[in-house]
């Protein structure tokens, strides 16, 4: 049992470079459910699966940021939804360590692995403030371009990350207690994403390549007998910006663009907390 809280990004640039548009969606102290099982092949080989996902949806929120002015570095329209349900999120995590050093008390092993993420969330609502865009535009009623969305369905998000990775584990042990930090790395991240936007009938699906992951996590755990163990583990995932193009699609009539170049942008970082029991066989 733990909990899940972090930020995913979701970036649009416009052929010069310039970023046009920025969404941030936050995962708030959602509570997850995790389960790992391990295999020892041999003395100096591990097998382990492990993986996690949400107990159903828990409320976020989402800033939608634009700039439509090059000549502004202020943003120039801005949208909150405070309702924002993180709907499911969920990663799946097989890998193999090599045990390069390995005593009584202390392992140390290179390890190979391949992981699979992804997150999903629905604006409902919301507040928008277009009044600097209006006043950019010499607008005479720009109080008119603040206000409320109505409470329905507005934008649908997903992000979905495919990973091989390297990386290292050290265990320590003394006494009863077991402590253990897991490195891991890419450089090979293959990232998507699914943009839904309802009132703009408007659908578009990016994806990009060779960005780069970043884990760390610590575990401590204390043995109650020589098999069963109470553990808790902090754990930070880190899935840098990767750019790469899109394809928007009009829902109304169908018709489809390709943007190619490195218009759309992709990253995500998040924590966890869990909490649990590990029993040896």
């Known amino acids: 049992m733990g909990w899940l809280a972090g930020r995913a990004n979701e970036y649009v640039y416009g052929e010069d470079g310039r970023k046009l548009s920025q969404l941030d969606w936050e995962i708030k102290n959602t509570p997850i459910i995790k389960g790992s099982i391990s295999w020892d092949v041999s003395a100096w080989l591990t097998f382990e699966a492990n993986g996690w996902m949400t107990l159903g949806p828990r409320n976020s929120t989402m800033n939608d940021f634009d700039w439509e002015n090059p000549k502004q570095t202020h943003w120039t329209r801005w949208s909150y939804s405070p309702k924002t349900p993180l709907n499911y999120a969920n990663e799946f995590n097989i890998n193999s360590y090599i045990w390069l050093l390995k005593n009584n008390s202390f392992k140390v092993a ?20 277009y009044r600097r865009q209006c006043i950019n535009e010499g607008g005479n009623n720009c109080q008119a371009a603040e206000g409320n969305f109505p409470l329905t369905p507005g934008i649908d998000y997903k992000q979905e990350f495919s990973v091989p990775y390297i990386g290292s584990k050290i265990q320590y042990k003394y006494n009863n207690w077991e402590f253990n930090t897991l490195l891991k790395y890419s450089p090979w991240v293959l990232a998507k994403d699914h943009d839904e936007h309802y009132r703009r009938q408007l659908s578009f699906r990016e994806k990009t390549h060779n960005s780069e992951y970043y884990s760390v996590s610590a575990n401590i755990a204390y043995y109650m007998t020589p098999q069963l163990k109470f553990f808790s583990e902090g754990i930070w995932n880190k899935y840098t910006q990767g750019r790469g193009a899109a394809q928007m699609t009009n829902n109304e009539n169908r018709s489809s663009l390709y943007l190619g170049g490195d218009v759309a942008g992709i990253e995500n970082k998040s924590y966890q907390i869990t909490l649990g029991i590990a029993y040896q066989f």
């Open 110 to 129: 290179g390890v190979i692995g391949y992981q699979q993420a992804q997150f999903h969330w629905t604006t409902i609502g919301g507040y928008y403030d």
